[in-house]
């Protein structure tokens, strides 16, 4: 196995775990607030003990440093918001929601990096506004059963 896919799988993995710890933080009644300052919090743990261990440099270009705080800011509001939606919501539904957000960055790179768009990509990127329209008509029959 390549080390491209290794990451891929390792990637696929913890959000897949982020999704069921989001879940279960949730079913513990915790605060959405304290979740994602304590996840980041070891995250910077995790990540200043790898890069150590590593060896790896802490410098980088400019412009990521110009970056990471913007990047950090969206990753902090996107789980805040999660976890605070997932209160609201099934689990299932929440985290479809969050990959078939992949779209928007998607379609950016078509339009500004002018990423080639094959019949596959065109049809999956069709299809997301159709899954979209499905759960919410799919949430609205749900919150009618219940009333």
């Known amino acids: 196995m390549s080390e491209g896919y290794l990451y891929t799988l390792l990637g696929l993995l913890a959000f897949s775990a982020l999704g069921i710890f989001h879940k279960l933080a949730d079913t513990l009644k915790c605060r959405p607030s304290p979740?994602?300052?304590?996840?980041?919090?070891?995250?910077?743990?995790?990540?200043?003990?790898?890069i150590?261990?590593?060896?790896?440099?802490?410098?980088?270009?400019?412009?990521?440093?110009?970056?990471?705080?913007?990047?950090?800011?969206?990753a902090s509001i996107a789980i805040l918001s999660f976890q605070a939606g997932i209160r609201y919501g099934?689990?299932?539904?929440?985290?479809?929601?969050?990959?078939?957000?992949?779209?928007?960055?998607?379609l950016a790179s078509i339009l500004i990096?002018?990423?080639?768009?094959?019949?596959?990509?065109?049809?999956?990127?069709?299809l997301i506004p159709v899954s979209m329209a499905l759960l919410w008509k799919d949430k609205r029959d749900a919150e009618r059963r219940h009333e």
């Open 35 to 50: 979740v994602n300052a304590l996840m980041y919090g070891w995250s910077l743990v995790f990540v200043i003990i790898t």
């Open 52 to 74: 150590t261990v590593r060896g790896a440099e802490w410098h980088g270009p400019t412009g990521v440093w110009s970056l990471a705080l913007p990047f950090g800011v969206s």
């Open 90 to 106: 099934d689990i299932a539904t929440s985290w479809l929601a969050i990959n078939l957000s992949s779209g928007l960055p998607t």
């Open 113 to 126: 990096y002018h990423e080639p768009v094959g019949l596959k990509r065109a049809i999956a990127l069709s």
